[in-house]
């Protein structure tokens, strides 16, 4: 029997234990991306011919990122094949073509490299300028989500599906009453041409301030009731209502900032390790070499507001 012959229930079930199991995938393929760049010192082989073609730090730091992510987007590919084209159409959730698939595709690359590209220049600089980087860095980061978030439905949205507002009616009238009564300012209703690369339906409600708005998938409004339409919809609107849209900003500020932290103190330790001693001093000894640097490092750091002893070396 056929995924798409299956009961429901089950198809679902099914359906979302295969992408489970590909997202570990994905996990492991990255671990051991990260685990062989280490071992083998091919990032570190990379930065030193970089550093020896030009002397703008900026330039070869972009790219490293550009052939190192390259480099893992094409391994990685064909797990994004799977579940994102071969592993929908077998359970009749896809009908786009393989061709416009690879161009949504192309297009969330090309996006994603731009943005990670910029934070990564972002967290080098900061790491030049202060020693401090991960807390500043936080807080650029902290802006840059609120400003996605602000420009998503504006700038992001419209590069793969095309909007149209609802036409004035019953339905318009009764969902923007529904968002009103719950205290949720829109700018109005758009649909959204999900046909044209699935039948899966759903709502959102997107943007911040002046940019808010609710998305209705024509998937939605084609094949559900107004009722039904109307219940997907107060779902959506409760994300808002109850502030998850800003906790969710918050949650993931904090993470990014003991993220930093941390990655602060592993430089650190990183630095004194290779300060301790040469690759055949015996562990003990290093580490107790370690306890020695360390408090001492500590100390310079809060006589100092900039020491440069904490300060990635200018390359």
């Not at 011919?49 to 094409?74: C, H, S």
């Not at 095309?162 to 009103?180: F, M, N, Q, V």
């Not at 009731?225 to 998850?244: F, I, N």
């Not at 949650?251 to 990183?270: P, Y």
Request: with cysteine; glycine share 8%; proline share 4%.
């Amino acid at each position: 029997m056929s995924p798409t012959e299956a009961p429901a229930d089950a198809r679902a079930r099914a359906y979302h234990r295969r992408q489970l199991a590909l997202s570990l995938v994905e996990l492991a393929l990255t671990a051991s991306y990260l685990i062989v760049l280490v071992e083998t010192r091919a990032a570190v082989h990379l930065a030193e011919r970089l550093a020896t073609w030009t002397p703008r730090w900026w330039l070869a730091l972009a790219v490293a990122v550009l052939v190192l992510g390259g480099g893992y987007r094409l391994l990685s590919l064909p797990l994004a094949w799977l579940g994102g084209f071969w592993l929908p159409r077998r359970y009749g959730l896809l009908h786009q073509s393989l061709g416009r698939w690879l161009w949504d595709a192309a297009k969330t690359a090309l996006i994603g490299g731009a943005l990670g590209l910029v934070a990564v220049e972002v967290v080098y600089g900061l790491m030049r300028w202060s020693a401090w980087w991960w807390l500043w860095g936080a807080v650029v980061f902290l802006g840059g989500y609120a400003l996605l978030a602000l420009v998503a439905p504006v700038w992001l949205v419209p590069l793969f599906y095309r909007l149209t507002p609802l036409a004035d009616g019953p339905l318009k009238s009764r969902l923007l009453a529904l968002a009103a009564r719950v205290g949720v300012p829109v700018t109005g209703v758009w649909v959204v041409d999900q046909s044209r690369k699935s039948r899966t339906a759903n709502a959102a409600v997107t943007g911040l301030g002046r940019t808010r708005r609710i998305l209705l998938f024509d998937t939605l409004l084609d094949t559900f009731t107004a009722d039904e339409v109307e219940a997907v919809l107060a779902h959506e609107l409760a994300h808002q209502l109850h502030g998850d849209i800003r906790r969710g900003l918050l949650v993931q500020g904090a993470l990014t900032l003991v993220t930093f932290w941390v990655a602060s103190w592993a430089l650190r330790l990183r630095l004194a390790w290779r300060w301790s001693g040469s690759r055949k001093m015996s562990l003990p000894r290093r580490l107790s070499t370690l306890t020695r640097w360390l408090p001492a490092r500590c100390s310079m750091r809060c006589s100092s507001s900039r020491p440069e002893v904490l300060r990635s070396p200018r390359r």
